[in-house]
Structure formats: structure tokens, C-alpha cells
């Protein structure tokens, strides 16, 4: 078994050695049925077919005992799914947005990160929203997975964790060309470094120190927001155009159906993020990044465009 931190972990454990156990016992004693047949009425030993008419006994036996081995297993899964479709209704509220191909949290309070910083001890209610297409929320310390899709309304799940420690989140639905790098992590923490942390408002609007290198932390906005899985660094094309030797070129796009030249400058970039499908960059295909306004901000586009001038030089 691997370690669980969460109330439903044992709710979904004990289902799930008793499915095993049901499992082994009748793999086993099928299997050793056969062989016992095999010989006790091979041709030689039992030359002559015998014909079993209406054994009632047998009958129940063959009915009775697989009803209990199934409803036994029916028994330890609802007993294990039915806390996990009953959130409480006390507890921290956090959206998990999901886009191809990344998780990003947004807390009550404004507070955006890309893990999922969650006190211990404590009911955790989670609004799944997927931005793009399907994909499911997994994590599997918690013995959690629920679907993400998009549009559907209350979408949610929740989760008690109960031991700190940072536990892996997977996307578990296949969507799209770098599904298996759609993976972030939740940390478990002390009540009190949670709300330290969740209070903390230099995290919340991080103060760039003068000499900052702003290419830097333009870089940290690109990975964090998982950009560079559609966008790659070294010139190769991936799913959208690289980042790296445009800034400031002039480069041909499609507005409204108008081919059309147009200087990559910052005003582009911005467009570009806020609005991708507005200027489709020719020989690529509109629908595919989805807006990230009201995630990124205004500021953070200022480090982004920085980032994207550094990589000229
Ligand atoms: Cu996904």
C-alpha cells in the first residue's frame, strides 16, 4: 500500500483488499478446481461421462455464496465513496483551475499559487474548474480522483489531509500532447504556517526589489503557468510558435480572417495572452491557447515581455 495521508484512506483501502482478497481466494480456488478435475476425471480415471441432473444444492450453493462475496465488495466501496460525495459544510474553499497542461489554486482571499498549500486536520472543499477540456483531479495519498469538466456545474470534491508532508497531484484524464507533465503537488501544513502563509500579503503581491533581474522572474512566470509546454525556448515549434529570436520582429498573423504583418512588441504579447485567438500567428491553429486574463497579471506580463526580450540576446 502506499502511504496515505487523508480520512478517506482507509475507507478506499479496506475496499480495495477486500475486492483483492475476494480475488485471490477465487483465482486460487478456481484454479485448483481445474487442476483437481483435471485428474480426477480425466478419460483414463473416469472413462465414462456421468450426467448431474438438478442438484438444488448445488444451485444455492453456486447462487449464495457469490451474492455475499459481491455484495461484501458493495459493502466496503460505498462505505468508502459515500464520505467522499458528503463535503462538509464547513471548511476552506479553493478553485483548482486546469488547462493543457497545468493546475493552478485560487484561495478565498485572491491568492493564486501553482501548488496547492492546504492546513492539516482540516476539510479542504475544491472547486474543480477545467479551462480547456477534461481532466481529473488525482491525488493519490489522499486516495482522491475526481473529473474536471468543463462547464459542468458544482464540479467539486474535498479532502481532510491528515499528516503534513507534500503529496504528488496528477492529471488523470488524458488531455493532450504533454498530459503525463501535468503534475503539481499539495503541501500539508501546520495550521499555523498555513494561515502565516495564506496571510502573508509580500506573497501575495511579490515586491521586486530594484535590482531584481526581471528576465528572471519573467522566466518563473512562464514556467509556473506551464507556457513551455506549448512554447519552446531553443527555437523548436511545439504546439505553438517558440518564444525564443521573436521579440521584436515582424512576423505575420491572421486578424479576422486578414492575413496581415505586425511588430511582436509588447502590446502583442499581452494581446497574445489575454486574447490568443484575436492575432492567430500563420501556421497555427486558433482554439488551442486559452486565455489566461484574470490569472496573469498586468505585472506579471511586464516580466513575461522581459523574459521574451532576454532570450534575443
Ligand atoms: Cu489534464
Not at 455464496?65 to 458528503?86: A, D, E, Q, R
Amino acid at each position: 500500500m502506499i502511504l496515505g495521508a487523508s480520512t478517506f484512506v482507509e475507507g478506499v483501502d479496506n475496499a480495495f483488499m477486500v475486492i483483492l482478497g475476494i480475488s485471490f481466494f477465487l483465482g486460487i480456488g478456481i484454479t485448483l478446481t481445474i487442476i483437481l478435475f483435471l485428474f480426477r476425471y480425466n478419460q483414463k480415471r473416469h472413462p465414462k461421462a456421468v450426467q448431474v441432473k438438478d442438484s438444488i444444492a448445488l444451485e444455492i450453493t453456486w447462487t449464495i455464496i457469490p451474492i455475499i462475496l459481491v455484495l461484501g465488495m458493495f459493502y466496503y466501496g460505498y462505505v468508502g465513496w459515500i464520505p467522499m460525495k458528503t463535503p462538509p459544510s464547513e471548511g476552506i474553499e479553493v478553485t483548482a483551475n486546469a488547462r493543457m497542461w497545468s493546475f493552478n489554486f485560487r484561495y478565498e482571499n485572491g491568492r493564486v499559487s501553482d501548488k496547492l498549500y492546504v492546513p492539516v486536520d482540516t476539510a479542504i472543499i475544491v472547486n474543480l474548474n477545467a479551462i480547456d477540456v477534461l481532466h481529473s483531479f488525482y491525488i493519490p495519498a489522499f486516495r482522491l480522483k475526481e473529473d474536471m469538466v468543463p462547464g459542468l456545474p458544482n464540479n467539486r470534491t474535498w479532502f481532510e489531509a491528515t499528516k503534513t508532508g507534500t503529496y504528488t497531484i496528477f492529471c488523470a484524464e488524458y488531455c493532450g500532447l504533454q498530459h503525463s507533465y501535468m503534475i503539481s503537488e499539495v503541501v500539508v501544513m501546520e495550521p499555523e504556517d498555513f494561515w502565516a502563509w495564506y496571510e502573508d500579503p509580500d506573497a501575495m503581491v511579490p515586491e521586486i526589489p530594484e535590482d531584481a533581474n526581471l528576465a528572471l522572474l519573467g522566466r518563473q512566470v512562464v514556467e509556473r503557468n506551464g507556457c513551455i509546454a506549448c512554447h519552446s525556448l531553443d527555437g523548436s515549434t511545439l504546439v505553438g510558435p517558440t518564444f525564443a529570436g521573436r521579440y521584436g520582429e515582424t512576423i505575420r498573423v491572421i486578424t479576422g480572417g486578414q492575413e496581415r504583418e505586425i511588430v511582436y512588441d509588447a502590446e502583442y504579447v499581452k494581446r497574445s495572452i489575454y486574447d490568443p485567438d484575436a492575432d492567430i500567428t500563420v501556421g497555427f491553429r486558433p482554439g488551442q491557447m486559452f486565455s489566461y486574463e484574470g490569472e496573469i497579471t498586468d505585472a506579471e506580463i511586464d516580466l513575461i515581455v522581459e523574459f521574451l526580450k532576454s532570450l534575443n540576446e
